[in-house]
């Protein structure tokens, strides 16, 4: 598996449809899977990595790594690109969709159609404290404090999964023991 926004395909390579199953088999060796999966979509800087790597079995992995591996994900900061961000987004709920249904339990960012099971947005203070936080310690990548704004607006479509229903959380914590609460 690659690294985080590293390695994946260029986005000028045209893409189709293969047989997934050995990335999905590897994501098995070190992910717990489940009878029924979930998705929680949180905007960059929360803390869902710190949570995924902080996490006493590995129950949760990081929707990043899952899309990169399978290629939904071109190499490069992609989330700066403007227009083709919906495009990378429909790539990552496909594959999002198809994890859920081998039952693993998936955390990220990326997301166009796919209704999550909960998202996550913690009051704006807090958020932009995470960002400055991990960008002064262990910067991994995502959004940073000169790129406030796109992750407001990213909080602002986030939040309009809210009107259909899908439970809102303020902290990754709270939205993972609420869905694990569930099975």
């Not at 293969?18 to 098995?28: I, L, P, Q, R």
């Not at 999966?37 to 996490?55: C, D, E, R, Y």
């Not at 039952?103 to 998202?119: E, T, V």
């Not at 404290?129 to 262990?138: A, D, G, S």
């Amino acid at each position: 598996m690659t690294g985080i926004h590293s390695g994946s395909l260029d986005f000028k390579l045209p893409l189709m449809f293969s047989d997934g199953t050995k990335v999905y088999e590897e994501f098995a060796k070190k992910y717990i899977t489940h009878k029924h999966g979930f998705f929680i979509l949180a905007p960059s800087g929360v803390g869902k990595t710190h949570f995924i790597k902080n996490q006493k079995e590995p129950h949760w992995m990081d929707g990043d790594a899952l899309w990169e591996s399978t290629n939904a994900h071109p190499a490069g900061e992609w989330w700066t690109w403007g227009e083709l961000i919906d495009e990378v987004d429909q790539r990552s709920d496909i594959i999002t969709m198809m994890a859920k249904k081998m039952g693993f339990w998936i955390m990220g960012a990326s997301n166009n159609w796919l209704k999550p099971d909960a998202i996550v947005l913690p009051n704006w203070n807090t958020h932009k404290k995470y960002i400055k936080i991990r960008e002064q310690t262990n910067y991994d990548g995502g959004a940073t404090s000169d790129r406030l704004g796109q992750v407001l607006g990213h909080r602002k479509w986030i939040r309009q999964w809210v009107k259909k229903c899908v439970p809102c959380f303020r902290s990754v914590q709270e939205a993972a023991d609420y869905l694990a609460k569930l099975t």
